[in-house]
């Protein structure tokens, strides 16, 4: 039988890999962790059972399953209160349109997910950074920032498993936002991206810790928990805001995002299989997190400042300037090994993201040696 992968044409996937590099850059899996034996057995028995169905244009809102699944990240969230997307760059995309109608500002953190940003800016929304610490938030500095603004304001954050710092908002500062947007109107917009991926206890999601859940919109992805091919994640926000969604003319002439994988993932979560994926996943990240922290923890020069990873994807080393992390980039490179420079995703803190998801224990302790002693060839 002819192999007819061999339609494969390189023009499949995003990014570059780089030869002779392990690059700690990019925020994507491990392609020995995507879970293809799950949706193969999940295709199959959905094609096989419920072709006419999976095959259709899909309910607007996504199939039940699929939004149970994601409602079970936010407590106090039914699955009514969640519509499915194309994954949360979509979720982004329908509610930066919905905040541009409003003429809202964006305001985000001093770091922040380049691409959220970027797709703010690309529907035509004004966006801010507001200066504060890389491990917290700075709610006075906010404060100030809201004062006197005349415009509709929403804050992009992502209180779990912070890109690029891998930073978690505590229970207290989660509270003190609330509190800012009640009294100021703002908008929060929380992106949970990497929130199922937790090693500890971590707090709520603000919508489920808020008394008014209108004030707030909740981003989900499966893209990090399962596969981002899966191009699959979900919005919970007011009902207001998900009706427009569930209603907008895209859906209503094209039903709910990507109905056939929607359905595939639906059933593998009513077999358990995705459940049992994830504390896979989670487990194997951990050690992953483990090999790469312990390989740095304690041997990188003076005035660079390393936290452990509670979850998520990535590690952080704070850096002293700008022109520091230049250098280390290329020392790094010269070794073979490269990382996301910190500066891509905001001023004021330049720093190092690794991504311990995309590499197996030992090639993350290797790159962790050529990093530190790339960091001690610039001294
Ligand atoms: C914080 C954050 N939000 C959203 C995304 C993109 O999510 P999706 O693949 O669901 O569009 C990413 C991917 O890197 C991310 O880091």
Redesign the pocket.
Known sequence: MPDYCMIYTGDWRQGVRREGIIDLGP?YPDPALLPSGLLADAATAVLTRHAAEALSYGANTGPRQLRAFLAEQVPGCPPEQVVTTA???SALSGVAAELGRRGAVVLTESLT?DL?RQIFVDRGLRVEAVPGPVDDLDIDRLRRFLAGRREPVAFYV?PTFH?PTGRVLGVERRTELLELAARTGMTIVE?H?YSRLSFDQVPAPLWSLSDDREKVITLL?L?KCLA?GLRL?GVVGSTELLDRLARDGERASGGGANHLTAATVAHAVATGAVARHVEDLVGELRRRRDALYSALAGRLPPGLTITRPTGGYFQWIGLPTVAYEAMLLAAAENLGVSFAPGSRFGSGHPGVRLCFAAHRPDDLIFAAERLVRAAEQIG
Do not use: H, I, Q
């Open positions: 925020g994954g949360t760059s997910y959220g992502m890109n992106d991206a992805s893209s981002p994640g």
